[in-house]
């Protein structure tokens, strides 16, 4: 009897120990699954805001990691807009990165309610295959009406206009905020001028319809029913091309093309 129990015992805290390390291996492997895949997807929207991959088109991670071969990726500190020369860009991830405190520091209050700063951010570089600088690709986010909206601005390299604006995550309303993903609102963004004469990040998405962007370069016409997404959208555009956002580092470029 006594030694039947003594089994048992056994036996379950066998299938306790194997099942345990079957599921802690599992989970390790899939981690790394997981990251790589969060990381072909992050590259692929850089593909989409780049002009390098249509919005709705499939791709492997094969062709992700081809097309993605001239988008050089630059880890830099957001407060100085230097480069960071120890960043590692296949590891490094900016949303795990502002919401661990050792790794980011509370945002001044802004419109966009960006709560958490990274230190570090990752930008893009996007070149041609003679390895012309053809965009600056920033990570934006801001709040909409129902939540954050994440995505991509590209600028020309100098700095002076808009090449695209894309959204790869949000939770606004599918006809309403959601129009953020209609390719006809988003081919609205291109050849705006995102700053003013005094480099003040000025891009409004209005009430309405805006003119053509020779005539009317710092507005773009508003989502309809959707006035608050509408504004969430300016809000976000304000803080990550200002001071406390990319404006300590596109400062540093336009300085850098100055000098030469
Ligand atoms: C079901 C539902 C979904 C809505 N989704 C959005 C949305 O995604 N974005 C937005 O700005 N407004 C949305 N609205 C409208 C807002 O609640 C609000 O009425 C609107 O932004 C006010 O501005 P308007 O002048 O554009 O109507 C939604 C309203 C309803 C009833």
Not at 2 to 24: D, I, K, P, R, T
Not at 88 to 98: I, V
Not at 138 to 147: A, D, I, N, S, Y
Request: with cysteine.
């Amino acid at each position: 009897m006594q030694g039947s129990v003594v089994y048992n015992l056994g036996f379950a805290a066998a299938v306790c120990v194997v099942c345990a390390v079957f599921v802690s291996s599992s989970a390790v492997s899939l981690r790394q699954r997981q990251d790589y895949n969060a990381a072909i997807d992050k590259q692929r929207n850089v593909l989409v805001v780049s002009g390098l991959a249509g919005d709705d088109e499939e791709l492997t991670s094969e062709e992700v990691e081809r097309r993605f071969a001239n988008i050089q990726q630059v880890i830099i500190n957001l407060e100085t807009g230097d480069e960071v020369p120890d960043g590692d860009p296949l590891t490094f991830d900016q949303r795990r990165a502002a919401k661990d405190p050792a790794t980011s520091r509370a945002a001044p209050p802004n419109a966009a309610q960006v709560i958490r700063l990274p230190n570090r951010a990752l930008v893009y570089e996007v070149r041609d295959a003679q390895g012309r600088l053809q965009l600056h690709v920033l990570p934006v986010e801001g709040l909409g009406l129902w939540g954050m909206l994440y995505g991509f601005i590209a600028l020309d390299p100098t700095i002076e206009t808009v090449q695209a604006l894309t959204f790869y995550e949000h939770k606004e309303t599918p006809g309403l905020g959601g129009e953020v993903d209609n390719p006809r609102w988003k081919a609205l963004w291109r050849g705006r001028r995102p700053f003013n004469d005094a480099f003040e990040p000025d891009l409004t998405v209005i009430r309405g319809r805006a003119g053509p962007p020779d005539e009317d370069p710092h507005r773009v016409d508003g989502l309809s029913g959707a006035t608050v997404t509408s504004r969430g959208v300016t809000n976000l555009l304000e803080f990550w091309l200002g001071n406390d956002g990319f404006g300590p580092y596109l400062n540093r470029l336009r300085q850098e093309r100055v000098t030469g």
